[in-house]
């Protein structure tokens, strides 16, 4: 599981001008090290699963993962598949509170999000969540009711 987004972080996080020379240049050939990889990997179909650096990145912020991805070479479909499908593929032999994941239907663990606007004609749409259902319980929703 590649993440895209942990190399980004010094520039999106970290003021440029208050971080020392060294530690900047080291950030750079990080970050250019692992685009050329993650591009690599994308261009010759590897299998990718989105996963998430907890404790790195900040909580929520899965959805810039996905813009990187379609960055360097993935369409929105291949995105959204490996935060979805491959990376439930991926966690298949695990269970949530007793119960299987990787399918949303009765009986498995499943957490749901829904969208105003279609994240396949744009990836960034992801970041704008108007419906959110974890373990059956709706805590966002358009109606106001939760």
């Given at each position: ?79 959204l598949q ?29 957490d749901v ?34």
């Open positions: 599981m590649p993440t895209a987004l942990t190399s980004s972080l010094t520039e999106l996080y970290i003021p440029i001008d208050d971080m020392p020379e060294n530690i900047t240049h080291k950030a750079d050939l990080e970050k250019n090290n692992a685009i050329k990889t993650l591009k690599k990997a994308i261009k010759r179909h590897i299998y990718i699963a989105s996963g998430s650096d907890a404790g790195i990145a900040i909580h929520g912020t899965n959805a810039k993962e996905l813009h990187y991805y379609v960055e360097y070479g993935m369409t929105p479909l291949e995105a490996s935060a979805t499908i491959k990376a439930a593929n991926a966690l298949s032999s695990y269970e949530l509170d007793g119960k299987k994941i990787g399918q949303l239907k009765a009986g498995y663990a499943a999000i829904a969208l105003k606007n279609n994240p396949l004609e744009q990836i960034d749409n992801l970041q704008t969540i108007d419906f959110v259902m974890k373990g059956g319980t709706i805590y966002k929703s358009p109606m106001g009711r939760c």
